[in-house]
Structure formats: structure tokens, C-alpha cells
């Protein structure tokens, strides 16, 4: 079955210093992987995807996110933190296998704080 | 410019009064979604379709109905609230083929007492 897996609820950081929100997954074809932004009162936001090529994928706001197949990880980056990061980010996986053409698979959130 | 709309976008109703939630995508995008969103349980799936009069089961079906009776619309219809449903609901589109990333609307936030 698929599945993603946010293993921290909440993540801490220092304004300028560099951050990573984990995420991984379990497919059982290939791995599209997405990660999403969400602001109070918002929308999700799309950030980056990988779909196939480059393990390191490059985003919006200056995010970026490696993808490493043998540790089934898709983390989300950053060298250096905003206050205006801090948000609640999700990372999803889309099924492609064909019973499940639609599906996209969410995380349950890591909450980002900065702090200036 | 492409988007997904939702209205509304606050909902306070009392237990059994039947609602209807709008979903309207300008993309023209084969499939549309619900989820609900509650704390610490991220996004569940709530119904799809995948065109026009097809539409399927998410994970959490139960005391919710669809319909796609036009391409750009997916409204979600709740015939008998209850208070469980109290939760933030939220439209997304996307496009068949090529695994591009969902589009999401700005969110429903239904409180049923």
C-alpha cells in the first residue's frame, strides 16, 4: 500500500539557519513525490516535486528537496530560514499504478516554526 | 489564472441540515478530489472522479456525497451533518497522464453543532 510518513509533528528553527522537514514513503511502482505549503487560512500551496531524474529538486521560496531511493526519503530543505517560512508543510506521494491512476497520498503535516 | 474555488469558505450549521459545498476548477482538469483535513491526521480523501458522471470512494466516504455532472465542477454534499464532520475541507484538481502536482482550493471550514 501506499504511504508517506512525516515523522515530526513540529520542527524548530533559528532564523538564517538551514532546515530539513522529513518525509518518507512506500510505493509500489515509481515514486512521484510532492511537497506542499500550507498558511493559515490557506490552501496548499505546490513547492517542488520529483518525478524522475535529478535526486535533488529545486522549488518555490528557495526550497529544495532530496530524493534518495534507497532510504525512501523525499526531505525538504532550506540553507537558510525565514521567519515567513513558518507554516505547516505536507509531503504527498501521487499512485500512478493503474487500479489507483488518481490518488495522492498526504503526509499528516510538520508544523515549521522560525524564530527570529 | 488558474485556480479552484470553494464556497464558502466558513460554514456553522446545526446537526441534520443538509449543506452543499462548491468546488469550480478553471483548468479544465480530468480529476477533481475532497479531503478533509483534522489535526494529526494530515489529509484523507473523501471522494474523487475521475470524469464526468465517474466518481469513487476516497477513505472516508462515509455521510458525504458527490456529484460530476460538468467537468470544472465537484460539489460535495453533506445530506445529514453530524458533529464528527466538523473539519476543514478541501477541493484539489488535477490533470490525467503525467504525474503533474495537484491544484487546491482555499478551504471550507465546516463547524456542525
Known amino acids: 500500500a501506499q504511504s508517506v510518513a512525516q515523522p515530526e509533528d513540529q520542527v524548530n528553527v533559528a532564523e538564517g539557519n538551514p532546515l530539513t522537514v522529513k518525509c518518507t514513503y512506500s510505493v509500489s511502482g515509481n515514486p512521484y513525490l510532492f511537497w506542499y505549503v500550507q498558511y493559515p487560512n490557506r490552501g496548499l500551496q505546490f513547492l517542488l516535486k520529483?518525478?524522475?531524474?535529478?535526486?535533488l529538486v529545486k522549488g518555490s521560496y528557495g526550497f529544495e528537496a532530496e530524493f534518495n531511493k534507497s532510504q525512501t526519503s523525499f526531505h525538504l530543505k532550506k540553507p537558510s530560514a525565514l521567519v515567513s517560512d513558518s507554516a505547516l508543510y505536507f509531503c504527498a506521494v501521487r499512485d500512478m499504478i493503474w487500479d489507483n491512476f488518481n490518488k495522492f497520498y498526504f503526509g499528516s503535516g510538520t508544523k515549521l516554526n522560525v524564530k527570529p | 489564472e488558474a485556480q479552484v474555488t470553494q464556497n464558502p469558505r466558513y460554514l456553522i450549521t446545526v446537526t441534520g441540515k443538509k449543506l452543499t459545498v462548491t468546488c469550480s476548477q478553471n483548468m479544465n482538469h480530468e480529476y477533481m478530489s475532497w479531503y478533509r483535513q483534522d489535526p494529526g491526521l494530515g489529509l484523507r480523501q473523501i471522494y474523487y472522479s475521475m470524469n464526468v458522471e465517474v466518481t469513487d470512494k476516497g477513505d472516508v466516504p462515509e455521510g458525504y456525497k458527490v456529484s460530476r455532472k460538468e467537468k470544472r465542477n465537484f460539489p460535495l454534499i453533506l445530506e445529514s451533518p453530524s458533529p464528527n464532520q466538523t473539519s476543514l475541507y478541501f477541493c484539489a484538481s488535477y490533470q490525467k497522464g503525467w504525474p503533474t502536482e495537484a491544484f487546491f482550493g482555499q478551504g471550507t471550514r465546516l463547524t456542525v453543532v
Open positions: 520529483y518525478i524522475t531524474g535529478d535526486n
